[in-house]
């Protein structure tokens, strides 16, 4: 199966966003023809492990399992709604990036590759970024939005109390995701 491990979304999170697409592609209609991340799809991925066999998921899981069910659950407050990445003028995508102020959701995806690395997957070689993907674009495209959107939208702080395992099935419509696994972080 294609695989990622991530953080899903809290329903209310996840409608906030879908909420925040809707309104950038009204005030954007340069965008609205894109690739934009249907709200059940809306994740933030810790890492994409592509192609690996249902042997590997269980044993990836087990393991994980311990490493991270040692981590205590925590809060990310939203800190940028929607950011073209790499930059306003040429973007390839929109995303909503989140703060990450004491680094634990980057000691989670260290654990996270970490325990990959006995799986005889590398590291990931972009520094990571705590963020969920709104859209992709075709073609590097310009950015800009009226400031008005972000006083009207909301981008809701995202509780991180477990790590999923997700499969992604492509297909023409796009992507589907699927809930593999979820393995829970301590709650405290």
Request: proline share 9%.
């Amino acid at each position: 199966m294609r695989a990622f491990l991530g953080i899903d979304l809290d329903p209310e999170v996840r409608g906030d966003l879908a909420s925040l697409s809707e309104a950038v592609r009204h005030a954007a209609p340069g965008w609205s023809g894109e690739k934009w991340v249907p709200p059940d799809n809306l994740h933030l991925t810790l890492r994409f492990l592509g192609q690996i066999d249902r042997n590997m998921a269980e044993d990836l899981v087990a393991r994980l399992s311990v490493e991270v069910r040692a981590g205590e659950s925590f809060v990310l407050p939203c800190l940028v709604p929607a950011e073209p990445v790499p930059g306003p003028r040429r973007a390839r995508m929109l995303w909503t990036r989140y703060e990450d102020p004491e680094g634990r959701c980057a000691a989670l995806a260290a654990t996270v590759d970490d325990v990959l690395a006995e799986f005889g997957i590398g590291p990931e070689e972009r520094p990571f970024v705590p963020h969920v993907t709104l859209v992709r674009a075709r073609r590097l495209r310009p950015f800009t939005c009226p400031a008005e959107v972000w006083a009207t939208t909301t981008c809701s702080s995202m509780s991180v109390r477990c790590v999923t395992l997700f499969s992604s099935v492509l297909s023409r419509s796009g992507p589907h995701y699927d809930r593999i696994a979820h393995i829970p972080l301590e709650v405290r």
